[in-house]
């Protein structure tokens, strides 16, 4: 809270010297009452706008609930898991649901995983794992290269239901949800939720993933196969990844927060606003 108070003292300055370049500036300054009005009213805007990203956005929340472990920066979750996890993470941290691993309930509430180093997957299944994911909120997967955002391969079971909406970016060669580079997909289901899944590109010789199902394939020709994909509801939206030689599937098998200049423009305004409030209210 100093830190926040530092920060609004600094505004309340720097809002003296520029307050004349905006609507009524002249008005205003030549007016102590609705000088100090203005600076009141901003100080509570701006602490609102500024504690609302801390708030939401901070990073490597600890996982609510049961049957998940921390090894290092991989959450492991176990059979009979029913486990929340919740904003940002960073640092290669990533989700892996342990292999045999069934009745697992995992809920993404506006969660981000992004930046991952090669061979590295945002969330997987581990081999014949079965898995019902509820989405609550904005979520967004981006998979490492090689690797899917949600790697769902052969044998595996995945059942997508919720209210939110999930972005998954495959890596290079991989699918957007489903299988890595040259890995055939599992059992993929969606029940509800917005899903945007996106294959990653390959290039003149390697194919691009498909927005769901199998991964990208080689100079060779070998893909991964799509597996079996039911979409029972929700708004799903598959892109397969683009490649020099051939077209990404985008269902079914390959080969083919808040910124500081975003804070900045709300506080700017936020600022108009209210001096308009101030100055048009007649007091």
Not at 136 to 157: F, K, Q, R, S
Not at 207 to 236: D, F, K, L, Y
Request: charged fraction near 10%; include cysteine; proline fraction near 2%.
């Amino acid at each position: 809270m100093r830190l926040i108070s530092l920060l609004l003292n600094r505004l309340s300055r720097r809002l003296r010297t520029c307050i004349c370049t905006l609507p009524f500036g002249n008005e205003i300054e030549t007016n102590p009452h609705k000088m100090k009005r203005i600076l009141k009213r901003f100080s509570y805007v701006a602490t609102m706008i500024i504690l609302f990203p801390i708030t939401v956005h901070s990073q490597n929340q600890t996982p609510s609930g049961s049957g998940w472990t921390l090894d290092g920066v991989v959450y492991r979750i176990s059979s009979g898991a029913n486990v929340i996890f919740t904003g940002a993470y960073t640092g290669q941290r990533r989700i892996e649901v342990n292999a045999d691993a069934t009745n697992v309930n995992i809920t993404l509430s506006s969660v981000t995983i992004e930046g991952l180093e090669k061979y590295r997957c945002p969330l997987s299944l581990g081999s014949r794992a079965s898995v019902n994911l509820t989405l609550l909120g904005t979520n967004t997967l981006t998979g490492g290269g090689d690797e899917a955002a949600i790697n769902v391969p052969a044998g595996t079971t995945l059942t997508l239901n919720g209210t939110g909406s999930l972005t998954a970016r495959g890596g290079l060669l991989a699918a957007g949800i489903g299988g890595g580079y040259i890995r055939t997909a599992g059992n993929i289901t969606i029940n509800s939720g917005t899903i945007n899944a996106h294959g990653g590109n390959g290039s003149s010789v390697y194919g691009g993933g498909a927005g769901i199902g199998g991964g990208g394939g080689g100079p060779e020709g070998a893909s991964g196969h799509g597996g079996t994909i039911i979409i029972n509801g929700g708004i799903v939206t598959a892109t397969g990844g683009n490649s020099g030689h051939a077209t990404s599937g985008s269902c079914g098998g390959g080969n083919g927060g808040w910124t500081a200049e975003t804070v900045v423009a709300v506080l700017e305004q936020a600022l108009v606003a209210v001096v308009e409030e101030v100055v048009l209210a007649g007091t």
